[in-house]
């Protein structure tokens, strides 16, 4: 049963399992190659329609979001050349991911939207105001997962030089002070009065201009009066020490992608220390895992999908994929050899998931171009609907997560599965969701809070009780 009439409270020991579709703006992701698949749609992703019924699918489903990765170079570390990306349809080609989230708004009621931003590119002035404009047009239904730029592709791209991995955090802290600035502090409560009878649309006296110096110099008033959220909800996805130091002190959600248990309950356990270490609960971060979900009615329908996913996928183009990701050309390796360790500047949470923290299992080359479970990756699961109601269950009472990624398969089929056949049994266990929350996304994934930043939340400190160290409003 889904409905929207009733709602399952949560508690501790029977935590309300939150779920995300995990998407992305290109014919494929995580699994390379299964936009050829004749059932799927994922051709058809540079076409409106595409994701709105995505989004109506999802808010069948009482899905909270669609999380929408991004990218803005290409993977083309693979035998120094994008070539098998490119014949994968894998993350590339790729589209601006904040133009659909309007017409997916506007086609649902509840749902809410993630999207991947750069920190290390997209100037923050101008960022800010499209987060404004998509907070306005989706009643405060948007967050930001806020990345830094670790592909020597995109650097090339905007005309820079890279930069080192923990400095990129360094540099998205300036990053971050200007947006909650321009977010919480240019304006005052009230200022936009909307009177008609004066015929003043906003007060002067209760708008400020925001300057900054160094690195992110700004001298400008916040271009949109402020939105439902002010600063929208906050993803961050960094899994190494800087990272979780970085989520710890600005992440309302973050985002992880590993396969062991283990390894998944500390890095939770981080999540939740660096939370504290900046002034906050240590329930303050939600915290989700990618997961492949292969279902159907019976394990032996799920096991024929599965197949016919290992038959579509692209072992080379998956290859080309983590080639990018962790900044190795996987192309030196024999097809049984083993991943091995080696620091980069790249994803190294990955990396670590694969050698490092996979429970002792070893990862070779042929597992990585297979679609399969794969230690070190995402989780996965294939099954009937107990069977995988089981897992997720499973992951959530053993880890501390608090929901998951779903990473697309055949879709639509995929996502539609899960919602017909997995969110019904989880509601029987009163495990998910009967009924949206009001509100905004904030609001919906935190009810006792309200729609703006909660007050141990470091945006919080910039609001107009008082300037923030380090720069001066007029």
Not at 122 to 148: C, K, Q
Request: aromatic share 10%; net charge negative; charged share 25%.
């Amino acid at each position: 049963m889904i409905s929207k009439e009733t709602t399952v409270d949560s508690n501790v020991a029977n935590k309300e399992i939150l779920t995300n579709a995990f998407y992305m703006a290109t014919p494929s992701q995580s699994w390379t190659g299964l936009w050829a698949h004749p059932g799927s749609d994922a051709m058809s992703y540079n076409r409106l329609g595409f994701w709105t019924d995505l989004a109506r699918t999802a808010e069948r489903g009482l899905i909270d979001g669609i999380f929408l990765a991004d990218g803005l170079g290409i993977h083309d570390v693979y035998r120094g050349s994008p070539d098998a990306i490119m014949r994968a349809g894998g993350m590339f080609p790729v589209n601006d991911p904040m133009m659909m989230i309007p017409a997916m708004a506007a086609a649902t009621s509840d749902l809410c939207f993630g999207v991947t931003a750069n920190s290390s590119y997209e100037p923050p002035y101008l960022l800010a105001r499209r987060f404004s404009t998509l907070d306005h047009l989706t009643e405060g239904r948007v967050s930001w997962n806020v990345v830094t730029g670790f592909q020597p592709s995109a650097a090339r791209a905007m005309g820079v030089e890279p930069v080192r991995h923990d400095q990129r955090y360094d540099v998205a802290e300036e990053y971050m002070d200007l947006m909650y600035r321009l977010w919480e502090q240019s304006w005052e409560d009230g200022a936009a009065v909307r009177d008609r009878e004066r015929r003043v649309f906003t007060d002067p006296a209760r708008v400020h201009r925001i300057r900054t110096e160094g690195r992110y110099a700004c001298e400008a008033f916040h271009p949109c009066e402020p939105s439902p959220q002010r600063t929208p909800f906050i993803y961050s996805a960094g899994a190494s020490a800087r990272g979780m130091r970085f989520a710890g002190t600005h992440a309302e959600a973050a985002f992880m992608s590993v396969s062991d248990k283990g390894h998944a309950s500390r890095i939770v356990d981080g999540y939740r220390k660096a939370a504290v270490d900046a002034g906050r609960g240590a329930d303050s971060v939600k915290v989700f895992n990618a997961i492949t979900v292969v279902v159907a009615p019976t394990e032996a329908e799920a096991r024929d999908i599965e197949a016919q996913c290992r038959e579509f996928s692209d072992g080379e183009g998956n290859l080309a994929m983590l080639s990018g990701f962790i900044g190795q050309d996987l192309s030196k390796y024999g097809w049984d050899d083993p991943v091995e360790h080696v620091e980069s500047d790249a994803m190294q949470s990955v990396l670590d998931a694969m050698t490092r923290e996979n429970g002792g299992r070893t990862v070779r080359i042929r597992d990585i171009a297979s679609f399969s479970g794969l230690a070190g990756s995402e989780a996965y699961v294939v099954g009937s609907p107990s069977q995988v109601c089981d897992e997720l269950i499973s992951w959530v009472d053993g880890t501390g997560i608090d929901g998951f990624n779903l990473v697309r398969t055949i879709e639509p089929g995929g996502l539609r599965s899960f919602t017909e056949l997995v969110v019904p049994e989880l509601q029987d266990r009163g495990r998910y969701k009967t009924a949206y929350r009001p509100g905004t996304f904030r609001e919906k994934l935190f009810p006792d809070g309200g729609p703006h930043l909660p007050a141990d939340h470091i945006g919080s400190r910039y609001r107009r009780t008082g300037v923030a160290a380090g720069g001066s409003a007029s």
